[in-house]
């Protein structure tokens, strides 16, 4: 681990102006990927501003949904009653991620920035990462990539996103506040993370120095009708070969208004399914017509050598989860 300064922050317009002051700094809340990324050699950040002082740990009603501060634990998120109660799919998903140990430290935020779980990524014994060290070459794309994405990659990077978390916040539409030297702006979830096209070392769409303050869920009348589906190889602290997340509107029939479907440890991004969605609009939540849905979101999918299996793997998913969501009162 190389050498960094540090500073604590009270506010965030301190916090702000601390990270600016220095072009190699990184922000750190719970730090339970940072500090592995520090410790590997990944990330060489010459300083650290701490913003767990921050009065960013509120989980309240807003604008008709809820908002949830940046440092608000995954622990707390998960087992508030207004998350339990309006938004399941949310609780589900940070449950069904990590340890109950990683989940009291991590933040919320910090959540959103997770990097990736790729081997060659954690590794810089392994020169060729176009993430790590860009130009150098993509070593999963002719190597063991069982974990990787079938769904947007690129020439560059085959790289998914780790979190579980993520995957339900895009389902649910969620805004990711920030604020940074230029001012406050929003930022759909849906647009938060990046594809890898050409430039996989970028992994979201933030600007320099901001900072995220708060997520925001809209009101959702019928998100109480949701699952998270985690797919892994062991109950405990593995990350998702496939995830989905489902949230459905059915009318009194049980037809299918309006479905809502991500997908998780596919693509370098929580992947939203609006092929599916757009396919089950107006249907009955029939194991056929899901499956129907299921591959016409995949068709686009690319498998690599060892990670074939993950296309078939993600459309049972996708049948199961919505199938799940449906049956529920």
């Known amino acids: 681990m190389n050498p960094f300064t540090y500073t604590r922050c009270a506010t965030v317009d301190e916090a702000i102006r601390a990270r600016g002051a220095s072009p190699d700094a990184s922000f750190i809340g719970g730090g339970t990927n940072l500090l592995d990324l520090m410790k590997m050699g990944v990330e060489r950040p010459s300083h650290l501003v701490d913003i767990t002082r921050l009065p960013l740990q509120t989980i309240a009603e807003h604008a008709g949904g809820v908002r949830i501060g940046a440092l608000v634990s995954n622990t707390d998120a998960a087992n508030h009653a ?19 140990q990683l989940r009291n430290m991590a933040t919320m935020g910090g959540n959103l920035l997770q990097r990736t779980r790729c081997y060659y990524f954690y590794d810089p ?49 969620a805004t990711v506040q920030v604020t940074g030297p230029n001012g406050e702006r929003s930022i759909p979830m849906t647009e938060f993370h990046r594809l890898p096209g050409n430039k996989p070392q970028i992994d979201t769409n933030l600007h320099p120095g901001e900072l995220i303050t708060s997520i925001d869920l809209p009101g959702i009348p019928y998100a109480g009708r949701s699952h998270y589906l985690k797919v892994r190889d062991r109950n405990s602290y593995a990350f998702a070969l496939v995830s989905v997340a489902a949230v459905l509107d059915l009318d009194a029939n049980g037809t299918i208004r309006e479905a809502r479907i991500a997908l998780g440890g596919v693509a370098h991004k929580p992947w939203r399914a609006t092929k599916a969605e757009t396919f089950l609009r107006g249907k009955g939540p029939e194991k056929s017509a899901i499956r129907a849905a299921a591959e016409a979101e995949l068709a686009a999918a690319k498998p690599y050598e060892h990670n074939g299996f993950k296309v078939e793997l993600a459309r049972r998913s996708i049948v199961r989860a919505v199938m799940t969501a449906a049956s529920l009162t």
Do not use: F, W
């Open 82 to 100: 207004l998350i339990r109660t309006r938004y399941p799919v949310l609780s589900e998903a940070i449950l069904a991620g990590a340890s109950q």
């Open 125 to 173: 014994s392994y020169r060729e990462c176009n993430k790590r060290d860009p130009g150098s070459g993509c070593a999963a794309k002719q190597g063991y990539n069982r974990i990787h994405a079938i769904l947007g990659a690129s020439e560059e990077c085959i790289a998914v996103h780790p979190s579980d978390m993520c995957v339900a916040l895009s389902a649910l539409d």
